[in-house]
């Protein structure tokens, strides 16, 4: 019997449901701002007189500005305080989506667009931190309800914004956000735990360290999403030169880098970003690769495909608030690679599928154990990092955690996009080349295979990962 099999429920600490209330209220104004815009896009160019190509920057420069302020994360905490930095971050947030919806040109949208992003972007890890601080030993299962909020973003994103463009203009696309951020700034002076003078550091800022990687960040991402073009294999090929200008410099600096690569010399922590940067990567490589091959490789339409994904959507919200207790009975090794090994299995049946004739009950069913199987392992794999790593780090820790995540998705999707386009050998997708899918799928569980066997190595339980943590801070 596992070590968590006979533990009951613990119970939670006070107050840590307006924590989360209110964090998650900031992380979902961002979530959807990042998809909202999609559907407007061709209104937005219409409407400020510019081309489809330069009008898509409101989004791409909204993503990009995500990662660019994320390394500031750390230093941020330790001389601000979680708090204070995360009402800045949402008082420039709402303020930005005031400017955004007064634009008077597509410049100046895209550039409200992009002072929106940098705000926008230290939210979800600020949430992440307050609610591991709170939360404790209990991460896992408060975690578990908190991400249902944020997965719907995505999904209720589009449909907000088909709702508003039909009765009114672009513009309330962001005055919308303005009541909600003003009463989600008062909820978190009135909620929000005050910071420990313990916790503050007056640590100088790494500006070397943050020149050269908060551009490589932005240019990585904008690499791996134009590979195909020379502007996204140049942008690729500077973003490795200034990562390995700053990995060079963050090991001679030690502990006063803008990121401590130390943590990653530790097993626990090691082991928790590569399976969050695994797992998250295939979320997004999947989102990619099965909507091509059930709109191009079996000719189904866009809306039936959009059905046909949803079901992976709802495994994930579903699963999402059993997590906790999940985790308490088979423990965190337990609870992810049995989370794995459903999404491993369920990836080798769209090989099958790919193979045979399509059967929609039978992909919506596939992709609800996919949807189920991965919601059961990135939340106690994120609990296992920060219970390793002692309190006063966790700042840090939040910062890296991000950060692998957000390079997963880009990095798997543009290896399964660019093995997929070789595959098809630049024949038009659904005109010969049947292989050329049930190959990319069996990649994928290539990849799945990998992120199962990460997850054997994560600690068995919260009392392991803990222990770890007392090891560390010995050292």
Known sequence: MDRAAGTGMEKLPPGIWKIVAVTVCGTLLAQMDATVVNVSLSQLAADLHASLQWIQWVTSGYLLALALTLPLNGWLVERLGAKRVYLLCFTGFTLSSALCAMSWSANSLIGFRILQGMSGGLMAPMAQLMIAKAAGKQMARVAGYAIVP????????????????????????????????????????????????????????????????????????????????????????????????????????????????????????????????????????????????????????????GWLMAPMGMGMMITSPLVGRLTQRYGIRGTSSRGAMLALVSTLML????????????????????????????????????????????????????IVQRLGGPTLTTLCAGFLGWRLGGAQIGAGRPGAFPESFALLCGLQLLLWLATLRLPRDMEEAEESKKTAAAA
Not at 382 to 388: D, E, F, V
């Open 150 to 305: 944020v997965l719907l973003g995505p999904v209720a994103g589009p449909v907000l914004a088909g709702t508003v463009l039909q009765y009114a203009t672009w513009h309330w696309l962001f005055l919308i956000n303005v009541p909600i951020g003003v009463l989600g700034i008062v909820l978190a002076i009135l909620f929000l735990p005050r910071d420990g003078h313990e916790e503050r550091s007056s640590r100088k800022l790494d500006i070397g360290g943050l020149l050269l990687l908060s551009p490589a960040l932005v240019l990585l991402l904008y690499g791996m999403e134009h590979l195909n073009e020379h502007a996204g294999l140049a942008a690729f090929g500077l973003s490795l030169a200034l990562l390995a200008g700053f990995f060079y410099k963050a090991r001679r600096d030690g502990e006063r880098a803008l990121l401590d690569l130390k943590l990653f010399r530790r097993r626990v922590f090691a082991t928790a970003a590569i399976t969050q940067f695994t797992g998250n990567g295939l979320l997004f490589a999947v989102q990619m690769l099965v909507p091509v091959y059930l709109m191009r490789g079996a000719g189904e339409s866009p809306s039936m495909t």
């Open 351 to 402: 090989i099958y599928l790919s193979i045979e004739r399509l059967n929609p009950w039978l992909v919506g069913m596939v992709l609800f154990l996919r949807g189920m199987g991965t919601s059961a392992v990135g939340i106690p794999s994120m609990s296992a990092a920060y219970a390793s790593v002692p309190r006063a780090e966790l700042p840090m820790a939040t910062t890296s955690m991000n």
